[in-house]
């Protein structure tokens, strides 16, 4: 059964970091795209960060750049998201993915999602 668990969520001050893992089970990570995805009250899913398997291309979203990185590990199953910076604007349930080799940052590449961990930046 193919499965991810995302942690490292919580209420955070503007200015401060956090770090996100996903703990992917059930398959192996290393021939799929993975990806972070956040979804805010009201609005759609867009993609924060993603590393494409075909070629390492890492992609980040505008606002994202230069605050967060993406990493994964494949012989732990492991996919991270160090957020550095962190902003109200960034509050948000994050979701981590995977997709086919090929995939763009976007969600209806990814096939394989987690149940999402809450981010909040706050003061």
């Known amino acids: 059964q193919l499965q991810f668990v995302e942690s490292g969520g919580g209420l955070v001050q503007p200015g401060g970091s956090l770090r996100l893992s996903c703990a992917a089970s059930?398959?192996?990570?290393?021939?799929?795209?993975i990806g972070w995805f956040r979804q805010a009250p009201g609005k759609e899913r867009e993609g924060v960060s993603c590393i494409r398997s075909s070629d390492s291309s890492t992609y980040y979203v505008d606002s994202v750049k230069g605050r967060f990185t993406i990493s994964r590990d494949n012989a732990k199953n492991m996919v991270y998201l160090q957020m550095n910076s962190l902003k109200p604007e960034d509050s948000a349930v994050y979701y981590c993915a995977a997709g086919g080799v090929k995939a763009m940052c976007v969600k209806e590449d990814f096939d394989y999602w987690g149940q999402g961990t809450q981010v909040t930046v706050s003061s």
């Open positions: 059930g398959f192996t990570l290393d021939y799929y795209s």
